[in-house]
T-cell receptor, first 115, second 115 residues
Framework: EPEVTQTPSHQVTQMGQEVILRCVPI?????FYWYRQILGQKVEFLVS????????KSEIFDDQFSVERPDGSNFTLKIRSTKLEDSAMYFC?????????????FGPGTRLLVL | AQKVTQAQTEISVVEKEDVTLDCVYE???????LFWYKQPPSGELVFLIR??????QNEISGRYSWNFQKSTSSFNFTITASQVVDSAVYFC????????????FGQGTRLTINP
């Protein structure tokens, strides 16, 4: 069964460093999302991406964040200059997008720790 | 604006007991989608069910059942004859038809099934 994959599973970085989190969505899906979950808290929407552009972003998704789909398969989230409060689990999700296909399928997550 | 409330932060029951997880939602859209996801201790988000706003039929899948009531804006989840493997955090989520259909999650309910 097709699934969303994410790399790395864990990443430790120093405050101020740039990180890139990678995702490979399910191959025929058209809508892509990033969410984050601070330890012990709920899952929060960051950004959605469709047709090679951002379709919606949350207040969390400030200028330090960017997304791209460089090669038609990978979907990346970049944090330019990490802060301590960026420590969280980051989930990628994808959705087919055809009529009736509303379910988002999530990857296993990348646990980011900023020191 | 969308909002999902899971008032039960933690529930602990003994194996084989039935347990119901509550979910109340708010939305202005007339067409929307409700979801339940399971997050086991390993951390991934596992899709359990999606319900469309125009389909109020309740659903049963094995030991799991869902009760959708538009009149009370609730989408409750019942596990019958609970098992230790059901121990996880369960999230209820909502997406609206308009826009990017981002998921808005509740705070989650941590369910512990004791042997």
């Amino acid at each position: 069964e097709p699934e969303v994959t994410q790399t790395p599973s864990h990443q430790v970085t120093q405050m101020g460093q740039e990180v890139i989190l990678r995702c490979v969505p399910i191959s025929n899906h058209l809508y892509f999302y990033w969410y984050r979950q601070i330890l012990g808290q709920k899952v929060e929407f960051l950004v959605s991406f469709y047709n090679n552009e951002i379709s919606e972003k949350s207040e969390i998704f400030d200028d330090q964040f960017s997304v791209e789909r460089p090669d038609g398969s990978n979907f990346t989230l970049k944090i330019r200059s990490t802060k301590l409060e960026d420590s969280a689990m980051y989930f990628c999700a994808s959705r087919l997008g055809t009529s009736g296909a509303r379910t988002q399928y999530f990857g296993p997550g990348t646990r980011l720790l900023v020191l | 604006a969308q909002k999902v409330t899971q008032a039960q932060t933690e529930i602990s029951v003994v194996e084989k007991e039935d347990v119901t997880l509550d979910c109340v939602y708010e939305t202005r859209d007339t067409t929307y989608y409700l979801f339940w996801y399971k997050q086991p201790p390993s951390g991934e988000l596992v899709f359990l069910i999606r319900r469309n706003s125009f389909d109020e039929q309740n659903e049963i899948s094995g030991r799991y059942s869902w009760n959708f009531q538009k009149s009370t804006s609730s989408f409750n989840f019942t596990i019958t004859a609970s098992q230790v493997v059901d121990s996880a955090v369960y999230f209820c989520a909502l997406s609206e038809e308009q826009g990017a259909q981002k998921l808005v999650f509740g705070q989650g309910t941590r369910l512990t099934i004791n042997p």
